[in-house]
């Protein structure tokens, strides 16, 4: 037992210099890329190598930026573009979480379940949602609605498939075990079946966090006058490239910061997750 | 000290015991893929006996335990705990895995009061009787760890504290201790043989161990090659000798040699018959 207690410590120092050496590389990345951008185009420092229309320098962005969050996009200001983008995502997510687990869940467990609704999803799923956009807009309008439905459309069976494959590779062993301690259906499914899929579920829902947030760009495409990705495709058809750069540089940043919040949730919630 | 051959399903032993298989067998799958997992076994265990089951990989003796257990059915028999017929399973029968069955999104204090918890238990009351348990098994310091900040022996024993915080009638026991390095495992032997001593509990152990089989039981059954049949059935003295390093006695290295030349017997039987096949 001391031996276990031992490695346990022992462990820790090195994997704590590797983690710090990993967050000095990724920032390194960050940088690189960065100065490859100042470099190619100037910074008005030497003369560019990409024509400014092409790829305006990150000074011009950033200023750029700051007139935006000033002044505002096409009357709305730059934080109603990327709240209302936000509230189209979030939307969409949230509800997709709210059916799509449970629905997952019962695929997983019941074969039933799983034989009625195995084939809407599964032939749907390799249509593009987007080409479903135009068809939305016929059946819900030109409103929120068919934007939040395309998103809906292409997070749905990722996130209840997920949910359904989590709950299939529950370890039956486990069930047996619990089973064999008493636990009527009911505990079974609260304590051991639902924790047991948490890692799996979450793996889906950060997979989708970055497919929604790529969706939000075909929503905006049409029948829109707000949101970020609208400002950055409006600005394209005006080639204000340093406008589409801010937009784009926007999105990236939501899909990060959601994908942080939900490694950090992870950590929190799954710790336990792989390490049997 | 040593062993001898015995029947243990004689209507003697079958009249008072506490756990009784009888022609039970097991066949999966159907048609042309039909296997035949497990002949008609009979079997009695009695209260507070410690029967191990040795035998080859695949002779089935992990489907028995599973038919006890009430995880599987058997195609033909029954088995009987306390004159009640095993349909399902059931916290009388406390299952001890041989690893990967902890939960492991709890800590180990919720792991071993699961059981209390599941049967009705106040989670106060619950935690109070885990924690004799975990006590028992020696792992008090460890109770809010979680199972993966745990070596696979300590794994073991808070699978252990698990089953046994229901009082269970009966332990099953499938090959715990397979996946252990010789040194915990001997280790672990000793302990679960003075919880033994100590509760009094029905044990019924699978293993593939002989060594194992001999330090530990009352009684050693010994199974044939697939499909599995009991070839021979051992009362055996040495789980009663208060000496730890009994296994390295004459007598015991005699017994072994019966069990083995007993296996390999069976073994070329088995190759024989393939190669008329």
């Not at chain 1, 939305?136 to 809906?152: A, C, D, M, Q, R």
């Not at chain 2, 109070?128 to 792992?139: D, M, P, R, S, W």
């Not at chain 2, 915990?184 to 161990?209: C, F, G, V």
């Amino acid at each position: 037992m001391a031996d276990a207690v031992e490695t346990l410590t022992e462990d820790l120092p090195p994997a704590r210099r590797t983690a710090r050496r990993d967050r000095w590389l990724g920032l390194a990345s960050f940088a690189v890329m960065l100065g490859v951008w100042f470099a190619v185009t100037g910074s008005g420092l030497w003369p560019p190598l990409v024509q400014p229309a092409f790829l305006p320098s990150p000074v011009t962005v950033a200023k750029t930026f700051w007139k935006l969050a000033n002044n505002g996009y096409q009357g709305h200001t730059l934080a109603h573009h990327f709240l209302i983008s936000l509230m189209r995502f979030g939307i969409a997510f949230v509800v997709c979480v709210i059916v799509g687990v449970p629905v997952g869940l019962l695929m997983g467990m019941h074969s039933g379940v799983r034989a009625a609704l195995d084939p809407p999803i599964e032939t749907t799923r390799p249509i593009p949602k987007l080409a479903l956009l135009p068809l939305f807009i016929i059946w819900f309008g030109i409103g929120e609605l068919s934007k939040t439905i395309v998103i809906i459309a292409a997070l749905f069976p990722l996130i209840s498939i997920s949910a359904m494959q989590a709950v299939r590779a529950v370890s039956v062993r486990r069930i047996q075990a619990a089973q064999s301690l008493g636990a009527s259906r009911a505990t079974i499914f609260r304590r051991v079946l639902l924790p047991a899929s948490l890692p799996g579920i979450f793996t889906g829902l950060r997979v989708s966090v970055g497919i929604g947030v790529t969706m939000l760009v075909g929503a905006e495409m049409v029948a829109t006058s707000d949101g970020i990705a609208w400002m950055a495709l409006t600005a394209a058809d005006f080639i204000q490239t340093d406008i589409v750069l801010v937009g784009v540089l926007i999105m990236a940043a939501l899909g990060y910061g959601l994908d942080r919040i939900f490694r950090a949730l992870e950590t929190r919630f799954v710790h336990w997750a792989g390490r049997d | 000290m040593g062993i001898e051959s015995v029947a243990l399903a004689t209507p003697s032993r079958r009249a008072g015991a506490k756990l009784v298989v009888e022609g039970v067998s097991k066949r999966f799958g159907g048609g042309e893929d039909v296997v035949q997992a497990l002949q008609p076994i009979d079997l009695a265990v009695g209260a507070g006996e410690f029967v191990t089951i040795v035998g080859p990989s695949g002779c089935g003796k992990s489907t028995l335990l599973n038919i006890v257990a009430g995880f599987e059915t058997p195609t033909t028999g029954r088995a009987v705990l306390d004159g009640r017929l095993i349909g399902a399973p059931g916290p009388e029968r406390g299952v001890v895995f041989q690893q990967g069955a902890l939960f492991t999104w709890m800590s180990v204090m919720d792991n071993v009061a699961f059981g209390p918890r599941a049967l009705g238990k106040s989670v106060t009351e619950a935690r109070e009787i885990a924690g004799t348990y975990i006590e028992l098994v020696g792992l008090t310091a460890f109770a809010k760890r979680y199972p993966y900040e745990l070596s696979g022996g300590m794994q073991q024993r808070v699978g252990i504290a698990r089953a046994l915080a229901n009082e269970p009638e009966v332990l099953l026991m499938d090959e715990p201790f397979a996946a252990l390095d010789q040194q915990t495992r001997e280790l672990l032997q000793e302990e679960i043989r003075a919880i033994w001593r100590r509760t009094a509990k029905t044990i019924l152990w699978i293993t593939h161990s002989i060594e194992e089989a001999l330090f530990l039981a009352t009684h050693v059954v010994v199974m044939t090659a697939r499909p599995g049949r009991i070839k021979a059935a051992f009362a055996c003295g040495f789980s009663r000798e208060a000496d730890p390093l009994v296994a390295t006695t004459p007598a015991f290295a005699e017994a072994k040699r019966t069990i083995v030349a007993l296996l390999r017997r069976e073994s070329l039987e088995a190759q024989r018959q393939e190669a008329v096949n």
